[in-house]
């Protein structure tokens, strides 16, 4: 079992651009949720993923939108991008078999110059 | 939303000692605490959970502890090793809401050898 992984492991881009962020989900996990984490803070909810439908989002702009496929995976997309953006992006996978135990992925490292 | 604080943001302690790290949330339908340990340039690992129908858990030195009146729980390690050094983070979840994370700003653990 690979447990979440998550594509690129780091990233730079430009102020403006925009930027495809993946994650596959543990085996057997359903639910994807996308965080955005600064240095030095705790993770903030960006979105939840569920049967291929957004059904919880965090205070993030529409700037931020993600997708999730047939397969479970997801994509999170941020466009116009601002130096703020620059973060570890974590995606998490869960279950909805009783457990709601979130096992995160590596994260990807976005520097937005 | 939610409100998770987190005390305190650094903690150093001599090897055997004991640390304690304490959060606060504000949503009484929060229902589910689970603490996770990240390292340097690591992804979150779950350590420990609590549900709101228990006041205390154990597993081995670390331990839960939660107040559900007061809205507070607490992470106990005991005989800290230098491998727990690391940055924790609690979070506070209401399972009713599609499991919504929400995290405290961590604490930054460094055990003297």
């Known amino acids: 079992d690979a447990g979440v992984t998550q594509s690129p492991t780091h990233l730079i881009k430009t102020r403006g651009q925009q930027v495809t962020l993946r994650c596959s989900p543990k085996s057997g996990h359903d639910t994807v949720s996308w965080y955005q984490q600064a240095l030095g803070q705790g993770p903030q909810f960006i979105f939840q993923?569920?049967?291929?439908?957004?059904?919880q989002r965090g205070n993030f702009p529409d700037r931020f939108s993600g997708h999730q496929f047939p397969n479970y995976s997801s994509e999170l997309n941020v466009n116009a991008l601002l130096l703020g953006d620059s973060a570890l992006y974590l995606c998490a996978s869960a279950g909805t078999g009783g457990s709601y135990e979130q096992y995160f992925g590596p994260g990807t490292r976005l520097t937005v110059t | 939303g939610e409100n998770v604080e987190q005390h305190p943001s650094t903690l150093s302690v001599q090897e055997g000692d004991s640390a304690v790290i304490k959060c606060t949330y504000s949503?009484?339908?929060?229902?589910?605490f689970p603490w996770y340990k990240q390292e340097l340039g690591k992804r979150p690992q779950l350590i420990i959970d609590i549900r709101s129908n228990v006041g205390e858990k154990k597993d081995q030195r670390i331990a839960v502890t939660l107040n559900k009146t007061a809205k507070h729980f607490s992470l106990h390690i005991t005989e800290t090793q230098p491998e727990d050094s690391a940055v924790y983070f609690c979070a506070a979840v209401d399972e009713n809401n599609f499991n919504k994370f929400y995290f405290g700003s961590g604490t930054k653990l460094n055990v003297k050898p």
């Open positions: 949503d009484s339908a929060s229902n589910y």
């Open positions: 993923y569920y049967e291929e439908e957004e059904r």
